[in-house]
């Protein structure tokens, strides 16, 4: 069964401190959810879990099954057994979906090993179908061209997949309409076993009408204040999150004023962004 | 990225598995430097009629008066002094294979060309050093009365179609290197298809440069008739000298009213080859051609396919690659001019520069007055893998009527850390994710070739990059 320990996790981009603090462990079998209001670092965690090269942790640890996952490069930390269903999933045009998974199942055998092909396009077909996606998704480049739902899909379709032990969903629920929704929640309630840890991130309770968390925290500052159980959601639900901010004392709950990123990426033209248009 | 992963990517270029050199003795060549006693020579041992011979001569005295372009890079180092021109290797082209001398045989068996000719090529040529030394097409073909053929045995054989079509789109006067080969021209490819034939295998052509200091300088002519088609492929390779080599090359392609035509290049010479190519299409009505284009090696490379698109609804496309690693200058680009009415051209170019390389796009869109309704799509794409690799796009618009429709985007970037976050976020080494990234970024031009040269051009790049796996 696996365990994922985060203690007095702090991390900062660009000499800001983002994370300050944050203590949680997530063992095989159970489903945790941060909430929270925007910009409190909940996405900020998920990103530092994986090992997003933006962050720097500053001091605390991460550990895997007792595994110094800081230590690990984010390939290492995916192959452990670590999963993290990204917010933006990028785009990596010329890059087929299902050339790209395989690659990536292959990645977890043994060296010189592969998967075989049959059993891939089972599995795959089997995935595709269970998340109710278009046919030709395999054949279509990576991320790309694919509706906010889709990607979301696309997502949940590659940790049906890899199955790992330790999944974080980041924002998964973003972007889905109703039925969108209740088709994610489906397949990870599905996935759900003593060998699968999972942690959801997320603003609004009605992802967790689909999927059952069995604890719930409340992500300010940089910082887990407070966690308890479901009753915690149907109170956040019905009030927002002010009675918690009253309660600690807490004037602003955020840590970082979302900004526009901007960033050349392969498919955007960079003479518009030179001017701006 | 690592440095490791940079230097793995720079290897592309660096480790050349082409590099060996045979030692095969030649049968005449004329020694080093090129003087009018040269190119009388050069068209003697080939018994050509007396136009080649004067058209040679005023050639070689174009190539005197122009000085080298100084609009694109430094051509300067070329010392014409050391260069042989012209290199006989075998007594003549064979048709069976087992006839080439043993030396020669080697080198393209090492090279895969019989065998790849076996499964799916319609014919195939091979040339090295001067002149075309195998040849072979299917009856089929010959039977619908399609030549192909080397360019010295079609001016023996059909002197007056070869005479019809000759230098008219590349006339010698066009640059300095177009006059060079034009003085001192040999081998090459030929074609005819004939109205209506339509050929389906592609036919290949193998270019090889063996001795150092050597300048290679073929001339392909090639004639789609009306409502024909041809798909035409080509490689090249030589072997690592210390002292550079040059290529300079004139292809001539017209298509005519209704006709179709792919040229299909993936140029893999060695990093002292400087190659300096002239390829020109004239397009009547409602013909397309088509120029996929790799550059994968050579120590300077200035190669501008271009299309004149003289009929009305002419189209031209282009797709190329560029890498270009350490001490490599791809100066490579396309041309699209207009004329015709409703006239369409494409161009869409992918550039990789690595460890220090420079990789420009060079290209020119030019609309006529009485090209009403013309329209052009450019897209130059370019990933630079490090902070000491150099990219520009140069790209020149002439735009006569008002009526013109031209598109022009151009994206540079790194390899962007959000892909390879993800792709590593899913187990993917570094280096596989940044191969990923590469393989996709070349992918529209990787899927215009056919099926044996997809797979080399993905085994070349991945096979470098392997090393630094696990």
């Known amino acids: ?277 | 990225m690592s440095e490791k992963t940079k230097q793995d990517i720079g290897n592309i270029i660096g480790d050349y598995k082409y590099g060996f050199k045979t030692d095969s003795k030649s049968i005449l060549d004329t020694g080093k430097g090129l003087t009018e006693e040269v190119v009388r020579y050069i068209s003697k041992v080939k018994n050509e009629p007396q136009w080649m011979l004067d058209f040679r001569l005023k050639s070689y005295e174009i190539f005197k008066s122009k000085p080298n372009p100084t609009w694109g890079p430094d051509l300067s180092e070329i010392d014409f002094d050391q260069i042989t021109y012209f290199i006989r290797s075998s007594e003549k082209s064979e048709s069976d294979w087992d006839e080439v001398p043993e030396e020669i045989k080697d080198t393209f068996d090492k090279l895969g060309i019989p065998e790849a000719e076996q499964k799916f090529l319609a014919g195939v040529s091979t040339q090295f050093e001067s002149e075309v030394v195998y040849h072979s097409t299917i009856k089929e073909l010959e039977d619908q009365g399609v030549i192909f053929t080397d360019t010295d045995t079609a001016l023996r054989e059909y002197p007056e179609l070869f005479k019809e079509y000759f230098s008219k789109v590349v006339p010698p006067r066009d640059n300095k290197y177009a006059a060079l080969n034009s003085a001192v021209w040999s081998g090459g490819s030929f074609i005819y298809v004939p109205k209506g034939v339509k050929v389906e295998k592609p036919l290949q052509s193998y270019f090889r440069i063996n001795s150092e200091q050597m300048g290679q300088f073929e001339r392909t002519l090639i004639i789609v008739d009306e409502g024909a088609s041809v798909n035409y492929v080509e490689g090249c390779t030589a072997p690592i000298y210390t002292k550079h080599s040059l290529h300079a090359a004139i292809v001539e392609i017209f298509v005519k009213k209704g006709g179709h035509c792919r040229y299909s290049t993936v140029q893999n010479w060695a990093n002292n080859i400087i190659n300096l190519v002239t390829k020109r299409t004239l397009v009547e009505e409602d013909g397309h051609m088509e120029w996929i284009d790799g550059n994968i090696g050579s120590k300077i490379n200035m190669k501008y396919p271009a299309c004149i698109l003289k009929g009305d609804r002419a189209k031209g496309t282009t797709i190329s690659i560029a890498f270009a690693g350490e001490g490599m200058n791809q100066d490579t680009g396309a041309k699209m001019i207009h004329i015709g009415k409703d006239t369409t051209s494409k161009i869409i170019s992918k550039s990789i520069s690595a460890r220090g390389g420079r990789v420009n796009y060079r290209g020119m869109i030019r609309h006529d007055k009485k090209a009403i309704g013309a329209k052009s799509n450019v897209e130059c794409d370019t990933i630079i893998l490090d902070d000491i690799s150099v990219s520009d796009t140069l790209p020149y618009n002439i735009v006569k009527n008002n009526s013109a429709q031209v598109q022009h985007e151009a994206t540079v970037s790194k390899v962007s850390e959000e892909q390879l976050f993800y792709l590593m976020s899913r187990g993917l080494t570094e280096e596989q994710a940044t191969e990923m990234i590469i393989m996709g970024f070349i992918e529209p031009f990787a899927k215009e070739l056919p099926m044996e040269y997809a797979v080399e051009l993905n085994q070349l790049i991945k096979l470098e990059m392997e090393g630094s796996i696990g």
Request: proline share 3%; glycine share 10%; net charge negative.
């Open chain 1, 1 to 277: 069964m696996a365990i994922l320990e985060i203690k007095n996790l702090h991390a900062e981009v660009d000499n800001k401190e983002i994370l300050k603090g944050v203590n949680l462990t997530i063992k095989g079998g159970e489903t945790h959810a941060i909430m929270g209001p925007n910009g409190t670092g909940k996405s900020t965690l998920a990103s530092v879990v994986m090992g997003h090269p933006k962050f720097t942790v500053t001091k605390g640890e991460i550990l895997l099954d007792g595994q110094d996952v800081l230590e690990m490069t984010v390939d290492e930390r995916s192959r452990a057994g670590l999963f993290l269903g990204m917010q933006h999933p990028a785009e990596v045009p010329g890059v087929t979906n299902s050339d790209f998974i395989k690659t990536a199942m292959n990645a977890r055998m043994e060296k010189g090993k592969n998967v075989s092909l049959f059993k891939f396009i089972r599995e795959l077909d089997k995935a595709v179908e269970g998340l109710k996606m278009n046919e030709d998704l395999p054949h279509r480049y990576l991320n790309e061209g694919f509706s906010g739902g889709e990607k979301k899909r696309n997502e949940i379709l590659q940790m049906k997949l890899l199955k790992p032990s330790i999944a974080i969903l980041d924002e998964i629920d973003s972007g889905l309409d109703v039925d969108a929704l209740k088709i994610v929640g489906e397949n990870v309630t599905a996935m759900k076993s003593d060998s699968l840890g999972l942690l959801l991130i997320t603003h609004y309770q009605r992802l967790l009408d689909y999927i059952k968390a069995d604890v719930v925290h409340v992500m300010m500052k940089g910082k887990i204040v407070k966690s308890g159980d479901i009753s915690l959601i149907e109170r956040i639900d019905q009030e927002g999150y002010d009675w918690i901010k009253e309660e600690l004392g807490i004037d602003d709950e955020r840590v970082v004023i979302p900004e526009e990123e901007k960033r050349a990426v392969l498919g955007t033209c960079a003479t518009k962004e030179a001017l701006k248009l």
